[in-house]
Nanobody, 123 residues
Framework: VQLQACGGGLVQAGGSLRLSCAAS????????MAWFRQTPGKEREFVAG????????TYLDSVKGRFTISRDRAKDTMYLQMSSLKPEDTAVYYC?????????????????WGQGTQVTVSS
């Protein structure tokens, strides 16, 4: 499975962006998926996760109410709608497919990773 993330960019604080993650095969449709983010010198951080069927979602506390994760299994694509963006959201965002049908906040539970897309929020 290959994951391709896109949709990053430069936005002002308070603005919105939508990230997309397309999978190369339908294998990912039975896997939990998630978005992580990373800034220089820091560990990769869980942002949001979604179960195989979209029924269960999990969020980092600091993004709750601002970010929404979703997926379209028919299109093998996952999304992250980000609103009310803050400068502290600036990072490279990575999508990942879990080893199981559910998402996890643990980095090692993910088998496949996308290449990352840069999100920069200016103040």
């Amino acid at each position: 499975v290959q994951l391709q993330a896109c949709g990053g960019g430069l936005v002002q604080a308070g603005g919105s962006l939508r990230l997309s993650c397309a999978a190369s095969k339908r294998t990912s449709s039975n896997n939990g998926m998630a978005w992580f983010r990373q800034t220089p010198g820091k560990e990769r951080e869980f942002v949001a996760g979604i179960s195989w069927n979209g029924a269960s979602t999990t969020y980092l506390d600091s993004v709750k109410g601002r970010f929404t994760i979703s997926r379209d299994r028919a299109k093998d694509t996952m999304y992250l709608q980000m609103s009310s963006l803050k400068p502290e959201d600036t990072a490279v965002y990575y999508c990942a497919a879990s080893r199981t049908s559910f998402s996890s906040t643990v980095y090692s539970q993910y088998k496949y990773w996308g290449q990352g897309t840069q999100v920069t929020v200016s103040s």
